[in-house]
T-cell receptor, first 114, second 113 residues
Framework: EAQVTQNPRYLITVTGKKLTVTCSQN?????MSWYRQDPGLGLRQIYY???????DKGDVPEGYKVSRKEKRNFPLILESPSPNQTSLYFC?????????????FGPGTRLTVT | AQSVTQLDSHVSVSEGTPVLLRCNYS??????LFWYVQHPNKGLQLLLK??????LVKGINGFEAEFKKSETSFHLTKPSAHMSDAAEYFC???????????FGPGTRLSVLP
């Protein structure tokens, strides 16, 4: 089944403890992206990647890192999480990065930082 | 820079009546526009997309949207609401090379029996 998977689905952590949220897609998609969803703000793009080793900042990149060493994986790293990063995070992928390509979303990771 | 406004944060309709969810966008170039739906505790699913072909776009589950460049709008409609349509709906714009997607804040649709 074609899908985007994220792990973990739920995570509670403490301020300053490094964490990684994994994202993997099995559709051989070139483009991958991370979003955070907060009430009343919709989804905001954190980082995106147009291919292996090609990443760029979205609208809210502060406090996050990403890497794209393999085409299928695009982990999101919080090196020193803070309470304002408590949010619902979505990974997405699309076949390529042209305007015509819709994104396919993972199930989401709910992160709480205390 | 591109941006999206969804004019209603919450819309409530009765089952069997029409649905209208409004979206206005701002874009410097010819945009692509999407509508996504998010059911409670679920991920996002594409309803439909506009990418500079026909201005009236038909999507899944009976939804459609019309791109109106003069009004910078991309409103989502459905002739008859069903209980299963209750969800959050997001209008999305992208432009240029399509690498940067901007979401609206969302409209929560409630369907009353």
């Amino acid at each position: 089944e074609a899908q985007v998977t994220q792990n973990p689905r739920y995570l509670i952590t403490v301020t300053g403890k490094k964490l990684t949220v994994t994202c993997s897609q099995n559709m051989n998609h070139e483009y991958m992206s991370w979003y955070r969803q907060d009430p009343g703000l919709g989804l905001r793009q954190i980082y995106y990647s147009m291919n292996v080793e090609v990443t760029d900042k979205g609208d809210v990149p502060e406090g996050y890192k990403v890497s794209r060493k393999e085409k299928r994986n695009f982990p999101l790293i919080l090196e020193s999480p803070s309470p304002n990063q408590t949010s619902l995070y979505f990974c997405a992928s699309s076949l390529s990065w042209g305007r015509a390509y819709e994104q396919y979303f993972g199930p989401g990771t709910r992160l709480t930082v205390t | 820079a591109q941006s999206v406004t969804q004019l209603d944060s919450h819309v409530s309709v009765s089952e069997g009546t029409p649905v209208l969810l409004r979206c206005n966008y701002s874009s410097s170039y010819s945009p692509s526009l999407f509508w996504y739906v998010q059911h409670p505790n679920k991920g996002l699913q594409l309803l439909l997309k506009y990418t500079s072909a026909a201005t009236l776009v038909k999507g899944i589950n009976g939804f459609e949207a019309e791109f109106k460049k003069s009004e910078t709008s991309f409103h989502l409609t459905k002739p008859s609401a069903h209980m299963s349509d209750a969800a959050e709906y997001f209008c999305v714009v992208t432009e240029g090379y399509g690498q940067n997607f901007v979401f609206g804040p969302g409209t929560r649709l409630s369907v009353l029996p």
